[in-house]
């Protein structure tokens, strides 16, 4: 099998380059380097959540799933300089790439199988959840993904996500809704639906 941006190890070239891009009407200079989600560009989806999500809780604790290179993650910094930023990925550059780029903000970027040890040792839960989730992976670990993730949301927390409408979105609301989250269709834009999910 060819080498995916959710492989754990990527062993494609880890020379890093530098970007500028303008993430919910900031600039950022960030660093990115292949075998990473989106590496050379702002990737739509992602842009269209950023475009359509309301600001985070000023205060708390928000989570980048599936950070990539950490575009949503220095977003959530942006928005929410007093709360704490969680990011994490399975892919170790992903979240190399991030922590470099989230360097002396409120932000921290762990794998996510430390990161999910970490928040249920500590009983801490999510305020909100931002993710462009890997969609590609499969329906079952898609799945999989999010019941590890989604029981973390606090009583009032919120989990806004972004999916292609060709890649199963409305299918997906529909097994969270069987799951008994409350899911909610906020916008639909360029191909992609942004989803509410929340208890």
Known sequence: ????????????????????????????????????FSADRLDKGTQ????????????????????GWGPIALAL?????????LATDINERAVDLTARNTAGRNARALLAPDLLAELHRSGDRLDVIWSNPPVRIGKTALHALLA????????????W??????????????????QGWRVSREASAKG??????SR
């Open 192 to 197: 992609f639906r942004i989803l509410r999910v």
């Open 1 to 36: 099998m060819s080498e995916h941006y959710f492989s754990a190890s990527p062993q494609g070239d880890p020379r890093s380059r530098t970007h500028r891009f303008t993430i919910r009407g900031t600039e950022h200079e960030v660093i990115t380097a292949a075998g990473v």
């Open 161 to 178: 996500l972004v999916v292609g409408k060709n890649l199963g979105a409305d299918s997906l609301a529909g097994w969270m809704a069987e």
């Open 148 to 159: 590890d993730w989604l029981p973390l949301l606090a009583d009032d927390g919120e989990a």
């Open 48 to 67: 269209v959540l950023l475009d359509h999500v309301p600001d985070p809780p000023a205060h708390g604790t928000a989570l980048d799933l599936g950070c």
């Open 77 to 85: 910094c942006d928005a929410a300089p007093q709360a704490r930023v």
